[in-house]
Structures are given as structure tokens and as C-alpha cells.
């Protein structure tokens, strides 16, 4: 069975609680690796400047304290492979209504962020 990387666990401690306890679950069923948690103004400006994101510093919900944003990508990584992002957002989202816990999958917004979940 795999487990979440020292890294994936230091990134999921930067988010909500309630991350921890929908993805621990969705985990054993489609393991994926966590990108990203709590974003800092630096780290954000470097993602805005990157294209990786399209809100600025203090706008995006991975700059909240703890992140309420978690960006994952399924494994074993390939960022062309959208219908394995499809795959894991319908773990979480099975796992978030299950927990009555409302997520927002970016893959839902118009510039498809695919690896993007946020707690509402
Ligand atoms: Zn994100």
C-alpha cells in the first residue's frame, strides 16, 4: 500500500483540517501526490509570474492560513493525463459528500486548473 511522501505530509499539515480528513481516504483508493498546500505572497508571485495560477497575492485560497486550496496530481504523475485528474475529482468529491465537506474542483473553472481542489 503507498503512503503520502514525508513532503505530501508536510504540504497537507499547511491545509485545513478537514483536507487531512477527506484525503487520508480518497488516498487508498487513487494514490496521487500533493503539489501544493499554503501558498506565501513569494510563492505566489513566483506561480502568477509562472502561469500557474491567475489570481495575484492574498487572493487565491491557497494564501489563507491554514489553506482552504490543495493542489494534488494523480499517480504516477503525468500532467497530460486529464482523464486520470477526472478519476481522482470524483474520489474527492465522493469522499466530500460522504463527509458533507463542499469542494471546488478548478478542473470546473474555465481555465481547467485540473490538479486544483478548494473547500467552499
Ligand atoms: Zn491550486
Not at 32 to 40: P, S
Not at 85 to 112: C, M, N, Q, T
Request: aromatic share 12%; proline share 6%; hydrophobic share 40%.
Amino acid at each position: 500500500m503507498p503512503s503520502l511522501t514525508e513532503r505530501g505530509l508536510l504540504r497537507l499539515a499547511t491545509c485545513d483540517v478537514r483536507w487531512s480528513m477527506l484525503l487520508i481516504k480518497v488516498f487508498k483508493q487513487i494514490p496521487f501526490m500533493v503539489v501544493c498546500g499554503h501558498r506565501n505572497e513569494e510563492k505566489q508571485n513566483e506561480a502568477f509570474k509562472d502561469g500557474h495560477t491567475q489570481v495575484q497575492w492574498p487572493n487565491s485560497k491557497h494564501n489563507q492560513e491554514p489553506s482552504l486550496a490543495i493542489d494534488l496530481c494523480p499517480l504516477p504523475v503525468n500532467w497530460q493525463n486529464t482523464r486520470h485528474f477526472f478519476e481522482l475529482a470524483a474520489y474527492v468529491w465522493a469522499e466530500s459528500l460522504k463527509k458533507d465537506v463542499p469542494v471546488i474542483w478548478g478542473g470546473s473553472f474555465s481555465f481547467g486548473d485540473y490538479g486544483h481542489f478548494e473547500l467552499i
